[in-house]
């Protein structure tokens, strides 16, 4: 069955450092792979998504994500956090079925961003 | 252009009474789902349309129901509410064809709450 895991429920760092968010997946091929973004009392807004290709995806706002097939991962990267980042950021697996889209998100990571 | 809208933003029900969610979307959008978003476990489907007229079950569709009347508008329905389905709910839209289904775009949320 489909699922996908985000190890880390909260993580905080200091503004102007690296970030790194990871995101696992299990799925029986490639997935359709994407990481979203929520803001405090907000919906969730599209980072970035892979569906094929180059394997570094470059998304919104200075993020990236890199597409691991040997490891099944898909995490989620920014040389230089802003405190504007600070909110909870979602992974995503989904796959096209019965003329949509399915999609498994994970549990969520909440970013905190220290001045 | 708005994009997704939800009404109410914040309800508080007894348990037993009934209330609908409201969705709209402005984007001539084919696909509308509504997701319930939970502590810890990520968002979850409900149900989902792929166009005026259609619904069909999500992950979760129990003690939910759904009307698609209008290609605007997705309705989320309980009949008779439960503790159980104290979350936030969330809506969101896509495009129908291939190149741009996986991309949804969400609304800001209902918080319900069920006393």
Same mark, same amino acid.
């Given at each position: 069955a489909q699922s996908v895991t985000q190890p880390d429920i909260h993580i905080t760092v200091s503004e102007g450092a690296s970030l790194e968010l990871r995101c696992n997946?299990?799925?029986?091929?490639?997935?359709?792979?994407?990481?979203?973004?929520?803001?405090?009392?907000?919906?969730?807004?599209l980072l970035l998504k892979y569906f094929s290709g180059d394997t570094l995806v470059q998304g919104i706002k200075g993020f990236e994500a890199e597409f691991k097939r040997s490891q099944s991962s898909f995490n989620l990267r920014k040389p230089s956090v802003h405190w504007s980042d600070a909110a909870e950021y979602f992974c995503a697996v989904g796959w096209p079925t019965s003329g949509t889209y399915k999609y498994i998100f994970g549990t969520g990571t909440r970013l905190k961003v220290l001045a | 252009?708005?994009?997704?809208?939800?009404?109410?933003?914040?309800?508080?029900?007894?348990?037993? #009474?009934?209330?609908?969610?409201?969705?709209? #979307?402005?984007?001539?959008?084919?696909?509308?789902?509504?997701?319930? #978003?939970?502590?810890?476990?990520?968002?979850?489907?409900?149900?989902?349309?792929?166009?005026?007229?259609?619904?069909?079950?999500g992950e979760v569709p129990d003690g939910y129901n759904v009307s698609r009347l209008k290609k605007q508008?997705?309705?989320?329905?309980?009949?008779?509410?439960?503790?159980?389905?104290?979350?936030?709910?969330?809506?969101?839209?896509?495009?129908?064809?291939?190149?741009?289904?996986?991309? #949804?775009?969400?609304?800001?949320?209902?918080?319900?709450t069920v006393l």
């Open positions: 997946y299990s799925y029986g091929a490639t997935p359709y792979l994407f990481w979203y973004v929520q803001s405090p009392g907000q919906g969730l807004q | 252009n708005a994009g997704v809208t939800q009404t109410p933003k914040f309800r508080v029900l007894k348990t037993g #009474q009934s209330m609908t969610l409201l969705c709209a #979307q402005d984007m001539n959008h084919e696909y509308m789902y509504w997701y319930r #978003q939970d502590p810890g476990m990520g968002l979850r489907l409900i149900h989902y349309s792929v166009g005026e007229g259609t619904t069909a079950k508008n997705f309705l989320l329905g309980l009949e008779s509410a439960a503790p159980s389905q104290t979350s936030v709910y969330f809506c969101a839209s896509s495009y129908s064809d291939r190149a741009r289904t996986d991309t #949804q775009y969400f609304g800001p949320g209902t918080r319900l």
